[in-house]
Nanobody
Framework: VQLQASGGGLVQAGGSLRLSCAAS????????VGWFRQAPEKEREFVAA????????YYADSVKGRFTISRDNAKNTVYLQMNNLKPEDAAVYYC????????????????????WGQGTLVTVST
């Protein structure tokens, strides 16, 4: 699966952005999808994930209540709606997919994902 992330930009603290991740191929519904982020000089960290079944979503504690992940399998696209952005949310955001069998813990781990997009930069000003 090839992934193309978009939607990043500069936003003031408290503002909103919606990231999109478009996937190639016709079997997008077979894939779990995750969003990760990496700030300068920091490790890549989990942000949110959506199960391929569509029944489960997962969030990092730092974004719960502010970010929402959703997917549109007909458009082969996953979204990350980010509200009430904070300066600490600034990072390059990556989408990733996997068709493997998952248990819940797998969604949070970058090594569980096989295909990655190129990243989109989110900058949050104070």
């Amino acid at each position: 699966v090839q992934l193309q992330a978009s939607g990043g930009g500069l936003v003031q603290a408290g503002g909103s952005l919606r990231l999109s991740c478009a996937a190639s191929g016709r079997t997008f519904s077979r894939y779990h999808v995750g969003w990760f982020r990496q700030a300068p000089e920091k490790e890549r960290e989990f942000v949110a994930a959506h199960s391929r079944s569509g029944s489960s979503t997962y969030y990092a504690d730092s974004v719960k209540g502010r970010f929402t992940i959703s997917r549109d399998n007909a458009k082969n696209t996953v979204y990350l709606q980010m509200n009430n952005l904070k300066p600490e949310d600034a990072a390059v955001y990556y989408c990733a997919t996997s068709a493997r069998y998952y248990v819940d813990a797998d969604y949070y781990v970058a090594n569980s994902y096989d295909d990655w997009g190129q990243g989109t930069l989110v900058t949050v000003s104070t």
